[in-house]
């Protein structure tokens, strides 16, 4: 989350709370109303870099844990908060929220939709967040905070002097295991197994395409040194599945 990045990007965990392991009924609007106003303001002070929402409702032993999986206590993240630099502007708005009570602890799942700036050049990114709340006194304190990304559709790029029939055929991972690229009127697209739905593979480089299935991995295709396809790698959450192609283009 680039809001986020200029600072800490926020998570959490959902805390044990003694009593009973089941959740309590739908809460009532007047507490998702209140945990959305705590939420809001502490989005709305990350692009003016105001700390005092941060200071008052973050719990002392509070854990934040951004989509990156970087783990911040409420020190950290009330030193980092700065406003953005000159050109950057960004705003958060909370959709789709759900809450559960557990006795004095409240767990609210929430997506943040981020619109953001960039010398013009505007940016949308959409993430799940989960907040763990605890009551302390008579306020609500945000003892966790967790969010992912939410995989989208990235824009189109025009990548000129594609051969989509260089990239045809059967990639091969394990036995019984292998991929089906095909070309369908000029727009590749591959099978993870025999029958499956075909997810259209978008280019954005000569031999690189991103998946359009929800993972949205990048897909590398790899040439020999006489300048045949022959692999294709799934880079996958920072590891890359090979796959061979069969038969070998020199067959």
């Given amino acids: 989350m680039r809001i986020r990045r200029f600072w800490w990007l926020a998570a959490c965990v959902v805390f044990a709370v003694g009593g009973s392991a089941h959740a309590a009924p739908p809460i009532h609007d007047a507490l998702r109303g209140t945990l959305l106003q705590i939420t809001q303001r502490l989005v709305d002070a990350i692009p003016v870099g105001n700390r005092v929402p941060w200071q008052q409702s973050l719990t002392d032993d509070a854990v934040v844990i951004d989509e990156f999986g970087r783990i911040q ?12 630099p000159k050109g950057l502007s960004g705003s958060i708005e909370l959709r789709n929220a759900h809450v559960q009570r557990y006795g ?25 967040t989960l907040l763990t709340f605890v ?18 559709a990235p824009p189109m790029l025009e990548v000129r002097g594609l051969m989509p029939s260089d990239y045809v055929g059967i990639y091969r991972y394990g036995p019984g295991r292998a991929w089906t690229v095909v070309d369908r009127d000029g727009v590749l697209g591959y099978a993870t197994h025999a029958g ?38 799934e880079r996958r959450k920072f590891n890359d599945l090979r796959l061979v192609r069969t038969p070998p283009p020199s067959a």
Avoid: C
């Fill in 135 to 152: 009551r302390q006194g008579d306020a609500w304190k945000l003892a966790g905070y967790e969010d992912v990304t939410i995989p989208t």
């Fill in 104 to 128: 004095g602890t409240a767990v609210m799942q929430v997506e943040q939709y981020e619109r953001e700036t960039v010398f013009g050049q505007k940016l949308v990114t959409r993430y799940q």
């Fill in 73 to 84: 206590h409420k020190a950290d993240v009330v030193a980092s908060l700065h406003p953005f």
């Fill in 196 to 233: 499956g739905p075909v997810n259209v593979l978008q280019p954005v480089a000569k031999d690189v395409f991103m998946g359009s299935d929800d993972e949205r991995n990048l897909i590398i295709f790899r040439r020999d040194r006489q300048g045949h396809v022959d692999a294709l790698i």
